[in-house]
């Protein structure tokens, strides 16, 4: 009897090839799909993480805008300027309109550098509603004054007794300081909040 040795077919080297290929291309598909379908379960496996980020958004939401907290820290680094008629850098000093204005001008925000133009500015607020970066206007000194005359940048939360930084003109002391509305002069001039930003 004798034995015959079978000869590999010849495209089967070729076959091989393809298969390899195949099953190749199958696993990379596979090992993708796995991949993608664990990346979100590892992102829920960092709950402190993602805890931190939308607790700080949601705490930045209810408070000012972005833009107010930069705003009111940028105008209290101000305090203690010279009081200037008509000025407004702190080299020369400010006025009150124009303290108001410097300071919003560096967030690109336009506001005129005149009171009785700040008035109608932005949007009206309730005073009970004013928040840090609203401007607040009031009457000149003169009691019998009905136009506005002054101007400053509220630094209080609503709710809270309503304080603003300003330049006044006060014989004792004068230039960019922070003051009171309740309990002062101001509660008698005041005239209204203004939002802009």
Not at 30 to 39: E, F, H, N, P, Y
Not at 138 to 147: D, L, P, R, V, Y
Request: proline content about 7%; some cysteine.
């Amino acid at each position: 009897m004798e034995l015959t040795v079978a000869r590999p077919l010849p495209f089967f080297p070729a076959m091989r090839y393809v298969w390899l290929s195949f099953l190749l291309l199958v696993s990379v598909v596979v090992g993708w799909s796995i991949w993608t379908r664990q990346a979100p379960a590892a992102a829920e496996l960092q709950p402190e993480a993602k805890a931190t980020r939308a607790v700080a958004y949601v705490i930045r939401d209810k408070a000012a805008p972005p833009r107010a907290d930069s705003v009111v820290a940028f105008a209290l680094r101000q305090l203690g300027t010279n009081y200037c008629y008509a000025g407004s850098t702190p080299s020369t000093g400010f006025d009150c309109s124009g303290f108001v204005n410097y300071v919003f001008a560096r967030y690109r925000i336009p506001v005129p550098h005149s009171t009785a133009l700040l008035i109608s500015t932005g949007k009206a607020v309730e005073r009970l509603q004013a928040r840090p970066g609203d401007i607040v206007v009031f009457t000149g000194t003169a009691t019998s004054s009905t136009t506005p005359g002054h101007a400053g940048i509220v630094i209080s939360k609503p709710g809270e007794p309503l304080r603003f930084v300003h330049s006044s003109s006060a014989r004792r002391e004068s230039g960019v300081k922070i003051s009171q509305v309740e309990g002062t002069d101001y509660e008698r001039r005041f005239m209204q909040v203004r939002r802009v930003l």
